[in-house]
Nanobody, 127 residues
Framework: QVQLVESGGGLVQAGGSLRLSCAAS????????MAWFRQAPGKERAFVAA????????RYADSVKGRFTISRDNAKNTVYLQMNNLKPEDTAVYYC????????????????????WGQGTQVTVSS
């Protein structure tokens, strides 16, 4: 059983930056693809970014391309989401997620591909 714990959320002004972290435990971190999703008030949870378990490829939602970067540190069992040039529409609860080990499917954007979820961290961007 994998446990995921996010941190790094907070309040930031538009144009600012935040780095979210997600610490994993209970599994072999290097075998898990990792992803970030977010859920804004009154909206469904939406895909943000994902990284293949090898780290060889990444995928981003169009709305964050060029502004957000997903990365991982297998030595620290942690995945990061660097968020730059933040906009008020980025305000949401951000969740990290992991599918089963060695996932190599093509449905990173589908939340039903993921077996493990963190509790979320709030990001609020003021205008």
């Amino acid at each position: 059983q994998v446990q995921l714990v996010e941190s790094g959320g907070g309040l930031v002004q538009a144009g600012g930056s935040l780095r979210l972290s997600c610490a994993a435990s209970g599994g072999t971190f290097s075998t898990y693809a990792m992803a970030w999703f977010r859920q804004a008030p009154g909206k469904e949870r939406a895909f943000v970014a994902a990284m293949h378990w090898t780290g060889a490829s990444t995928r981003y939602a169009d709305s964050v391309k060029g502004r957000f970067t997903i990365s991982r540190d297998n030595a620290k069992n942690t995945v990061y989401l660097q968020m730059n040039n933040l906009k008020p529409e980025d305000t949401a609860v951000y969740y990290c997620a992991a599918p089963h080990p060695y996932y190599s499917g093509n449905y990173y954007e589908d939340e039903y591909e993921y077996d493990y979820w963190g509790q979320g961290t709030q990001v609020t961007v003021s205008s």
